[in-house]
């Protein structure tokens, strides 16, 4: 801020008065402006100093702006700490991310038809409300994942770890293949795993669990 200071020019005729003595305000580090409106006009013009100050303040303030009202596309920038690309919402049909280390990605909502995730490192990667019909996800670490509500129908599963994965709602794994996946603590309703168990076979390369075991068969 700055302070302006205003000189009058009124011709006041003095009066008596008593004088207490005050310490004089003083405000540091603000820049003053002082002028008379019985100048000429020049001395309106404000000191390089203050207009120096001024628009570094109007900088600031448009720059504040500019950061507050950032496009929200941008929060999603990198769909996961991991990431370096918006995967969220994305058509992403027959896209390769093999062997790629995609922890905590986000690919809600995405279309993933036929996308490879062979071999890839998905930790608590989010599926939610996708659709990967066709994909490849054998061999992929998919611990904690969430499954909620996707579409996993006819997809390549053989080997993947889905240790503690979630499975909420209509998620449907019909046609995909299991042999050797591991389906320990995924909450599968129970159509879903008497459907399963009807093709469960093999054992997981990784923790060593059997399918049927994984599924809690009969």
Known sequence: MALLNVILCTKIPPKPYLSLTKP?????????????????????????????????????AIL????????????????????????????????????????????????LRQANFKGAKLLGASFFDADLTGADLSDADLRSADFSLANVTK??????????????????????????????DVPLREDQREYLCKFADGVNPTTGNATRDTLLCN
């Open 24 to 60: 004089p305000l003083s405000i540091p580090h603000l820049p003053s402006l002082s002028f008379s409106l019985c100048d000429k006009p020049q001395a309106l013009i404000p000191n390089k100093k203050l207009v120096e100050v001024f628009a570094k303040t109007g900088f600031l």
């Open 64 to 111: 504040s702006a500019s950061l507050f009202f950032t496009d929200p596309a941008l929060a999603f920038k990198g769909g996961g700490p991991y990431g370096s690309e918006v995967t969220r919402g994305q058509d992403l049909t027959g896209k390769d991310f093999s062997g790629r280390t995609l922890i905590k990605q986000d690919f809600k909502t995405s279309i």
């Open 155 to 184: 997809a390549n599963l053989s080997n993947a770890n889905l240790e503690g994965a979630l499975a909420t709602g209509n998620t449907s794994f019909r046609g995909s293949n299991i042999t050797g996946a591991d389906f320990t």
